[in-house]
């Protein structure tokens, strides 16, 4: 009877052994544990998703949203330690660590001074879409039109040149100012208005 239990005994020591993580605890196998909390050092306002690193070893983390993070079987030494999160000057130390310790510390950042250069964002209209306009009246046979080569062949170093000549137009001036005209006739009716000038440079 005494046998079996002892069988048993060392049967069930067995298994617990077998159960156990082959990887001891950081202590045990000489690391130390690095807990900390990263916050704002004007305001110590606790900064979640900021990345801690030992380069050194490989290892990182990002802080939870009370800013803490933790790292687990550091080897011993003095290791650098990196802090960076966007908005905030990035940060590098170096911790000493022994075998079995459990060290803490709180690391606060400052607001970064770094400006990104200034960026010009310039929207413009698709210029063809009154030149089709231009092109559908022109289609239809009814007007007088310049296209750009007419201008250049007509104008002579002068646009007023190349327009005036179109028929039925003319010029008036009105107010201090020069405007083009150009005569409409329906049956006995004959009236004005004035002319319109498409100018593709100015189409944004």
């Given at each position: ?37 990263v916050t704002a050092d004007s305001t110590n306002q606790r900064l979640p998703g900021a990345r801690v690193s ?151």
């Amino acid at each position: 009877m005494v046998g079996r239990v002892r069988a048993a005994a060392l049967l069930l020591a067995l298994v617990l052994a077998a159960l156990v993580p082959a990887t001891a605890p950081a202590q045990a196998r000489g690391g130390a544990v690095l807990l900390g909390r990263v916050t704002a050092d004007s305001t110590n306002q606790r900064l979640p998703g900021a990345r801690v690193s030992i380069p050194s070893i490989g290892a990182s983390a990002l802080t939870d949203s009370l800013g803490r993070f933790r790292f687990v079987g550091v080897p011993p030494g003095r290791r650098g330690l990196r802090v960076d999160l966007l908005g905030y000057a990035p940060l590098r130390t170096a911790v000493e660590f022994s075998a079995g310790d459990t060290i803490e510390i709180d690391i606060g950042l400052s607001p970064s001074s770094e400006h990104l250069d200034a960026v010009e964002v310039v929207a413009a209209r698709n210029p063809d879409l009154r030149l089709a306009d231009f092109e559908r009246r022109r289609a239809s046979g009814t007007g007088e039109y310049l296209t750009a080569d007419d201008i250049h062949r007509l104008s002579r170093g002068r646009f007023s040149d190349a327009l005036l000549t179109l028929r039925g137009v003319r010029t008036t001036t009105s107010s201090g100012g020069t405007y083009l005209i150009g005569g409409r006739a329906s049956g006995n009716r004959t009236g004005t208005c004035f002319t319109a000038v498409i100018d593709r440079k100015s189409v944004v």
